[in-house]
């Protein structure tokens, strides 16, 4: 896939504030459909699986969520409106206030799902009852799957908000473009999708466009179907590795990288030294030493242009009881 840009379109080409709630859940019941992503995502399927299995929800979002978001190139548009970088309910809002024709031409294009034809139809055609259902069981799905999971999210898309807006402030908008190869290729003034699963060409012709970093994408970089409606790309966020079981204790409470940090800060150090000593972006040891202090694990003090870091009472405390259970 090709996106092609005017300088205007480059002037408005901009990054998402945060996890985008209505392409989260999308993204997410496609990975409840399949096996993809195992390492990453078995322990969210596992525990969202026993979550939906204790009630009827398990069941509404076979028959009625799986029907109108499978995993597959094709769902609907209306599903993802950009009223969801506002939030659930805002996201919900705007599907229920979608025109008809848009109801018909998206719910009309998912055809016949085996034993989801009459769901699918009363949705084409605006009923207000199945409109109704399907806004109540995405909010259901939301509070039992997602909301107890959105920190972890929340982290993973800060993480790479955090490259994504130093390589915006030192390169502009190409600097940002250039920043996601090889996953997207920027060649002035296209983008290029490699593993999109369509072939087109798509030109924003003053639209610009915005970038929103996801923790369900996987593979590749998804965009919305239809040319004419504002675009986005949703791309996929790198996930930290998780701690193997038999891990020190330290290690599963905070992360490798937070306890490794936590560890090097016994003499205390600057940002750049962490960086030079963990063997990792500066960027990203400003995220984890956020998260250290705002944790009142670590002391952070600034000395011209420099940023020094120490333990704090209760982080020095905590490494020195780190061969006992946490």
């Not at 809002?93 to 016949?112: T, V």
């Not at 009459?118 to 799957?145: I, P």
């Not at 982290?155 to 994504?164: F, G, I, K, Q, Y």
Request: charged share 20%; proline share 8%.
């Amino acid at each position: 896939m090709r996106i092609h840009f005017t300088r205007g379109d480059l002037a408005r080409t901009h990054l998402a504030e945060g996890p985008d709630v209505m392409w989260e859940m999308v993204n997410s019941l496609q990975a409840l459909q399949t096996g993809y992503g195992k390492a990453v995502f078995r322990a969210w399927r596992r525990q969202a699986g026993h979550d939906l299995g204790r009630s009827d929800l398990g069941h509404r979002v076979r028959t009625r969520l799986f029907p109108v978001a499978p995993d597959a190139a094709y769902f609907p548009d209306l599903l993802t409106p950009p009223e969801g970088a506002l939030g659930l309910e805002e996201g919900l809002e705007a599907i229920l206030s979608m025109p008809g024709r848009r109801l018909r031409e998206e719910f009309g294009a998912l055809g016949k799902a085996p034993g989801a034809g009459a769901w699918l139809g009363d949705l084409a055609a605006g009923r207000a009852g199945a409109m109704k259902e399907l806004a109540g069981t995405l909010r259901e799905y939301h509070r039992v799957s997602l909301a107890p999971f959105w920190e972890a999210v929340r982290a993973c898309v800060e993480s790479d908000l955090a490259h994504r807006r130093r390589a915006l402030r030192e390169g502009g908008a190409g600097g940002l473009l250039e920043s996601f190869r090889p996953m997207m290729l920027w060649n002035d003034p296209v983008l290029t999708l490699p593993a999109h699963p369509s072939g087109r060409d798509v030109h924003l012709e003053g639209r610009g466009l915005v970038l929103i970093p996801s923790y369900f994408c996987h593979f590749h970089p998804m965009t919305i179907f239809s040319a004419a409606l504002p675009q986005v790309i949703v791309y996929p966020v790198e996930h930290p590795p998780a701690a193997p079981p038999g891990a020190p204790a330290l290690e599963r409470l905070l992360g490798e990288t937070r306890a490794a940090v936590l560890r090097v800060l016994r003499e205390g150090c600057t940002t750049t030294e962490l960086a030079q000593c963990l063997g990792v972006a500066p960027a990203t040891i400003s995220h984890h030493t956020g998260i250290l202090r705002d944790a009142g694990l670590i002391v952070s003090r600034r000395t011209g242009n420099t940023m020094l870091h120490t333990l704090s009472p209760l982080g020095s405390a905590l490494l020195k009881r780190q061969r006992q259970p946490l």
